[in-house]
């Protein structure tokens, strides 16, 4: 079955901790960093991951959508997060991005954006624990999810059959596509709007899986 990872950036900003209760029943949360320099917007710090910690059990899936994350990992891997996952699109080098995360101790994650072919990842997976396929250009929730991702997904789930790496999709996903995108070999759901868009959470969590 999917799993599934609320993405709080479409969630009521106000009230965060209250927020993240409403999705106690999903498998991640995902936490979305931008830096205003990678993508043209703005979202949390360290400080904000630190602050949600105590407030929840399940695992921090933190999207850096930043430039120069080597100077970032270290605060997000030590305010809490257990992925930290990095874009093939910044310039800092990979492989260093990568021992960086695990010297912390945590589950190193690479992300592509809709253009990026799937190729790039081949060099690194024999040393990730997820892998990110944007179906959104990275930046804004609430955008509409992008047919090509399922060819996608279905060349990385091939690349990566005899190995323990999550398949995440992230960006306009909802029940119908999650359908989809289980069957060509995705296993982690990211879905803003079609959890925090809804009142009841917990049922759109189930929808999303498929229960
Ligand atoms: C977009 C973010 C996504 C976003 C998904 O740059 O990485 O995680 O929050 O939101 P929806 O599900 O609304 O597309
Ligand atoms: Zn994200």
Do not use: W
Request: hydrophobic residues 40%.
């Amino acid at each position: 079955m999917i799993k599934v990872a609320p993405s709080l950036l479409a969630s009521d900003f106000s009230c965060l901790a209250e927020e993240i209760r409403t999705v106690e029943t999903a498998d991640f949360l995902h936490l979305d960093v931008m830096d205003g320099h990678f993508v043209p917007n703005l979202t949390i710090g360290p400080c904000v991951v630190e602050c949600l910690r105590p407030h929840t059990d399940l695992p921090f899936d933190t999207h850096l959508m930043i430039d120069n994350p080597l100077k970032y990992i270290e605060p997000f891997a030590k305010s809490g997060s257990d992925y930290i996952t990095v874009h093939m699109e910044q310039p800092d080098d990979i492989k260093q991005c990568i021992s960086l995360i695990q010297s912390f101790g945590k589950k190193a994650g690479l992300a592509i954006s809709p253009d990026t072919p799937i190729d790039v990842l081949k060099p690194y997976l024999n040393e990730i624990s997820i892998i990110t396929v944007m179906s959104v250009y990275p930046g804004f929730g609430g955008q509409k999810f992008i047919e090509t991702t399922y060819d996608k997904v279905v060349g990385i789930a091939k690349m990566i059959q005899d190995k323990d790496i999550l398949l995440s999709v992230d960006g306009g996903v909802n029940a119908e596509n999650a359908r989809k995108l289980e069957a060509c070999g995705a296993s982690v759901a990211v879905a803003g709007s079609s959890v925090f868009g809804v009142n009841n959470r917990a049922a759109a969590i189930m929808d999303i899986r498929g229960e």
